[in-house]
Every structure is written in structure tokens, then in C-alpha cells.
């Protein structure tokens, strides 16, 4: 909303020498948004409403604000009510009920029963207006995804109750933001013991964060959509070759001993390949499990498995890589009789200089005092998209969180993607209005969207907390990226309108935050994996939130799972058919998904699944959850990482010193 308007509020609702608290502009600001009310009409409303309950008109908070929006929706009721009656007991001289609709002033028939808990952002009108010419090319700012009265399929419709439109329109019904439940409740506590500190009072100097890149975002930029089917073929071969090298150098086996699970042998052997279904349909499951080889070390054939031998113990999904023990000795089937385990990357270390150095950074520039306190800890608050409900555009949840971090002084804050979601029914109908400082609407685009809704709440943090580093991490879901395919290369920033302090990096991504490594994927695979791997009756780790993290720990890779899982599986999305934009996977680069050569200290994987904070085999697996559901809001993460402390033997050693951040990071998953 302008500047104005909110003097204007402050006008009309504030008292001398004071301006209105936060969360009363908030509330009134989505009161005129859902009802279209202008600061006039709206302080009329107040007035009468005083009146009426026999108030003062000064005792304005946010509850007494929320009385008046159930007044004048209760009042809308019943005049929508009052109006369906008079339609339907109305004599027409014929069966069409375009009459009714047209003395509505609903074109489009949208409105006939609507009552006004509908989106904010992205308002359905209700003045009557004017009928458009059929052969117009619809504005970018409102495109109707309803049926028209001009369509057969119109005539013999029902007036639709609120929750049916809805219904129609692919949008799930909303509770207000305001009115979430349970607001800042910690649900999950990683590392419960570590005390957090006192809150910042005011920001520090400068940043205390340095950020280093551990991968080159340049090769992130190939051409999308230019995918060759040999190209793919052998990546997928090299990775099946790759993993026997590492089995082979690592576990100390004989050359001799490898051999293809597809070839009939009496001799025991060990083989590698990719797990995988001999049909293209279904779950996998033990009778539809195969082996396949590399081309260099089977043909590139499939080998049944038998898994009887296991007893149970086995845990598996299509894509991938496993190394069996077993004999083929009927040429049918391989059978089973171990599962190696496959080595796991190195945990991350530094010198214990370079240690030292990120340790006196904490402090706060070098302006700070000198003491033989410990440093603070670093404050980093983790959140990903959607940004916003399904009826609205407010992006209320982005704002939530910024405000958390301007509130605790928060080091970094972190966002993944979508920002601008492609699945949501607003952006995927075109059915919203941009801000008026959006300024000629026939030249707007999806940049000026995220400058305008987006950009301005991590403007106003920054504003409020400049040391502060924000990263931003893009989904294949985000319609302003052309980059449509992963893995995926960072969004140009170019005509976002977003501060210096945010820097756009790529998906995945992995890059040091001071000592820490941090591993970073907007795939959500862990709900690819609960819905496609085969475990047995006597699997090793029963819970899934701790077997997912460590297939890709050791897969080496952010999304090993292949084929992605059908879209029809994935969750309902908000488009008219239902089915979500899904992986986009590039084959011909998926090495760009792979762990670098060390494991990340943490790694973070949003995902529809519940939140959780994990440390599986040294890393620190954070699900932060969605910071907005399809009916309302969802959660975030906020990990206080303590400083890290290098001995004197260490020191004296000069060797490298592994990073542990799992021992002192404290996590906490809190509802927005």
C-alpha cells in the first residue's frame, strides 16, 4: 500500500503524536483489501461500529478490529442471502438466467452467492464491469479462468456457494492470515541443551558473515531444452562407473571380484548398478526390482533380484546406485545375499587458523571490543515458499518472517523458491491486480510482480537491519526464472528492485557461510522418496526422516531418484487441471546435482512432508517446512550456530579440524 494511505490511516485512526502499532495497520490494511473500502469508508464503518457495541472510538487493537471484519462480513451474508432468495422466488419469462446475472452485475457469474472471505490481492469485484469484447486480447493484470455466460455449459448452472467456486477455480478456502493459529510456537527443538542467548538489541557494525562459493555457478548456465538422449545415457552410465570405482578403491575388492549381475555364473561376485522396475507403471516392489548395468560392465543389462535371502533388511528406490553380493547361477535372476554399504564422502574441515579468523568475525567488526567472552552466535532463519495462500497475493508470510528477522538482528536470512510460484491458481489464471506504483499495467511482467510484492518486505528489512546477508535460492517452480530445468541456474536479478544484501544463487547450491558448508536444494525430494522406495518387513532405519537424508548422503547427489516420480503423484497443485510443474530434470546435467567432495556440515531440503531437524551421519538435515500452505500458514527454521572452539593441541598440530556444526547448532521449527 502507498505511503499515503498509510498517513492516511494514521489520520484517521491514530491520536495525536502517535502512529498506529504494526499489527492494527496490518489488520486494516486486509480489511480494505477484502472489502475494497477506502480509509473513508472504512472509518465510517469503525464510527458505526463503535456505536453500535457502545465503544470508544480511541480503543483501537487488533481484536476489536477483528470484531468489525466478522460485522461486515455477517452484514454481507445477509445481504447475499436476501438477494439468492429474491432471485430465486422471481418470475422469468424464460429459462436463461442470464437476466438475474446481468442485474447483478456478475458477468462472468463469479460472484452469485459470494460472501467476502476471499483473497485479498487478488479481488473479485464487485461493481459491476463492463463487458469486454470477445476478440480483446485479456490484460495481463485480470485473466477470468471461469466459465463465460455466453457458454452452453453456463445456462443451466446453480448459483454456487463460495466454497464451490472455490472448488471450481482449483482454489482451497483460506483462513485469514491474521487469524493462524498458534503463531510462533516451536514445534520441533534440534540440540534442545543449548541454551539460546539474550536478543540483539540493536545490528552490528557490519556483517558478521562471510560467504564463499563452492561451486561454479557459471556451469549452471547451459541451454535448457536441448536434452540428447545419447548424452543422457552415458551420464547415467558413468555414475554406475564412478560408483564401482569408489567401492572397489574404498571397501579394498578385487578387481576380479566385479562382475554383471545380468551373467550367469556359479561364482559369487559383486555388482553395481542402478536400482530400477521392469514396468514403467507402479510402485516399485520386490517382484518388479532390477538391476542395471553400465554399459562398460554389463551391456547395459537388467537383472532380476531376488531378495529372499536378505531376510528383510533392505531399503531401496529407482535410481538408485547399490552394490549386492550375490550369484546368478540360473541365468534368471541375481540373487541377494549382502547389501555393501557405500563409502560416504569425508566430513568438512578447516585449518585451524582459518577457524580462528571466522571465530573473530562473530565478534562484530573491528570495532569491537576485545574480550574473552565467547562471540555471540550466529542467528540464521530459514524459510521457503509458496509465499502465499491460495486466495491471495499478499505474501503475508514473507512479510512475517522478515519482520522475525529485523526483530532478532538475524544474520542471514535464507529463502528458497517458488517466490512467485507457477502452481498457484492466481499467477497460472492471471486473476490478480498489480499495486498502483506498479505503474503502465500493458508493459508489466512477472519481474515487475516480484519487485512490487515481493522485493519491498526485503527492502524494509534491510532498511531495518543493514549487516544483514540474504540468499535467495530459486525453484523450477517460479515463473520468473527462465531457466526451467535442474538443476537450475540463478534468477537475473536484473529488474527485481532487490537490495545489495541479497545475493540470488543458484539450485542446488553449496557455498561456506564463515566455516560452515552449506548444501542447499529446492527439490523436494524426500516426498519423491516416501512415496517411491521399496523397504522390507526388517529395515535397518524404520524412521523415514532419518533414512531419507542419508540416501543422499550416500548417492552423493541432492536428487538421486530416477525417474522422478509421476505428477499425479506429487501434492495437488493450484492450476485448473491439478497437476504440478514436477522435477524438470535435465539428464545431461545431473552431475551438477552431486555433493562436492566433502560432506556439507548442513543441508537444506524443503518439503511438503512435516518439518524436521535431523543430524544423519554427521550432517545437519533441516526441513523447514513450507512458510505457506495452500489453506494457510506453515513454518520456518531458526538455527542459532554457536562459535566454534579449536584446542590448543589443534592448534599447535596445525592440522585440519573437522567443523561439527551438529554439536553446536541449536534448530528450532517454528510456526509462522
Known amino acids: 500500500m502507498a505511503e499515503a494511505d498509510l498517513r492516511e490511516l494514521n489520520e484517521q485512526f491514530g491520536v495525536p503524536n502517535k502512529n498506529l502499532e504494526p499489527d492494527v495497520v496490518s489488520e486494516l490494511r486486509s480489511i480494505m483489501r477484502m472489502h ?380 528458497t523458491g517458488p517466490f512467485i510460484d507457477v502452481d498457484h491458481p492466481l499467477i497460472s489464471t492471471g486473476d490478480f491486480d498489480l499495486p498502483e506504483e506498479a505503474g503502465d499495467l500493458d508493459s508489466a511482467t512477472m519481474s515487475t510482480v516480484f519487485k512490487y510484492m515481493i522485493s519491498p518486505a526485503l527492502n524494509r528489512l534491510v532498511a531495518s537491519n543493514p549487516t544483514i546477508t540474504i540468499l535467495l535460492i530459486p525453484s523450477v517452480r517460479d515463473v520468473i526464472d527462465r531457466h526451467v530445468s535442474w538443476p537450475q541456474d540463478l534468477i537475473q536479478r536484473k529488474d527485481l528492485g532487490l537490495p545489495k544484501a541479497a545475493r540470488i544463487v543458484g539450485n542446488p547450491m553449496t557455498l561456506f557461510i564463515n566455516e560452515m558448508l552449506l548444501g542447499v536444494s529446492s527439490q523436494d525430494i524426500f516426498w519423491d522418496l516416501t512415496h517411491e522406495e521399496l523397504i522390507g518387513s526388517r529395515t535397518v532405519e524404520p524412521n523415514f526422516s532419518s533414512r531419507a537424508p542419508k540416501y543422499l548422503i550416500e548417492q552423493r547427489h541432492y536428487f538421486p531418484i530416477f525417474p522422478s516420480v509421476d505428477r499425479k503423484k506429487l501434492p495437488k497443485a493450484g492450476t485448473e487441471d491439478g497437476l504440478p510443474t514436477g522435477a524438470m530434470l535435465d539428464l545431461s546435467y545431473l552431475k551438477l546435482g552431486e555433493m562436492m567432495e566433502v560432506r556439507p556440515d548442513v543441508m537444506i531440503i524443503p518439503s511438503a512432508l512435516p518439518p524436521f531437524a535431523k543430524v544423519v551421519e554427521s550432517v545437519l538435515v533441516i526441513n523447514p517446512g513450507y512458510l505457506s500452505k495452500r489453506r494457510g500458514a506453515g513454518t520456518y527454521a531458526r538455527m542459532t550456530l554457536f562459535p566454534p572452539k579449536v584446542t590448543e593441541e589443534e592448534l599447535s598440530k596445525g592440522e585440519m579440524v573437522h567443523h561439527k556444526v551438529f554439536e553446536r547448532a541449536r534448530v528450532e521449527i517454528t510456526r509462522i
Open 36 to 415: 475494497l473500502l477506502s480509509v473513508q469508508d472504512l472509518y465510517f464503518k469503525w464510527e458505526s461500529y463503535c456505536i453500535k457495541m457502545d465503544m470508544d472510538g480511541n480503543s483501537l487493537s487488533v481484536e476489536h478490529l477483528r470484531g468489525l471484519k466478522q460485522d461486515i462480513q455477517d452484514a454481507l451474508e445477509r445481504s447475499n442471502r436476501a438477494h439468492q432468495v429474491h432471485i430465486k422466488t422471481e418470475k422469468r419469462s424464460s429459462g436463461t438466467p442470464r437476466a438475474a446475472v446481468k442485474n447483478s452485475g456478475d458477468v462472468y457469474g463469479m460472484l452469485e452467492g459470494m460472501v467476502p472471505n476471499t483473497p485479498g490481492t487478488g479481488k473479485l469485484n464487485k461493481s459491476a464491469p463492463k463487458r469486454r469484447n470477445p476478440n480483446e486480447t485479456p490484460s495481463i493484470t485480470r485473466v477470468k479462468g471461469n466459465i463465460l455466460s455466453s457458454s452452453p455449459d453456463y445456462k443451466n448452472r446453480s448459483p454456487l456457494k463460495i466454497e464451490n467456486q472455490l472448488d471450481s477455480m482449483n482454489i482451497v478456502s483460506a483462513t485469514s492470515f491474521n487469524d493462524r493459529p498458534n503463531p510462533g510456537e516451536v514445534i520441533e527443538i534440534l540440540n534442545e541443551h543449548l541454551n539460546p542467548p539474550g536478543p540483539v538489541i540493536v545490528p552490528y557494525a557490519e556483517s558478521r558473515i562471510k560467504l564463499n562459493a563452492a561451486f561454479d555457478l557459471k556451469k549452471l548456465g547451459y541451454k535448457t531444452l536441448a536434452m540428447k538422449s545419447s548424452e543422457a545415457s552415458e551420464i547415467l552410465d558413468d555414475r554406475i562407473d564412478d560408483f564401482l570405482v569408489l567401492v572397489r578403491d574404498q571397501l579394498k575388492i578385487d578387481e576380479s571380484e566385479f562382475g554383471s549381475a545380468a551373467s550367469q555364473s556359479t561364482t559369487e561376485i559383486v555388482a553395481v548398478g542402478r536400482i530400477a522396475s521392469d514396468s514403467s507403471e507402479g510402485k516399485l516392489n520386490a517382484a518388479s526390482l532390477v538391476l542395471e548395468t553400465s554399459r562398460r560392465t554389463g551391456g547395459g543389462l537388467r537383472a532380476p533380484l531376488n531378495l529372499k535371502k536378505l531376510n528383510g533388511r533392505y531399503q531401496f528406490f529407482p535410481g538408485q546406485i547399490a552394490a549386492l553380493r550375490g550369484i546368478n547361477s540360473s541365468g534368471k535372476e541375481f540373487v541377494v545375499q549382502e547389501v555393501l554399504d557405500l563409502p560416504l564422502l569425508p566430513n568438512a574441515a578447516s585449518s585451524p587458523a582459518v577457524i580462528e579468523a571466522h571465530r573473530e568475525r562473530l565478534r562484530g567488526g573491528p570495532d569491537a571490543m576485545e574480550s574473552d567472552d565467547e562471540p555471540a552466535p550466529l542467528n540464521i532463519i530459514l524459510g521457503s515458499g509458496p509465499y502465499s495462500a491460495d486466495d491471495n497475493l499478499d505474501f503475508e508470510p514473507l512479510h512475517a518472517i522478515c519482520s522475525q528477522a529485523a526483530d532478532t538482528c538475524a544474520d542471514a536470512l535464507i529463502l
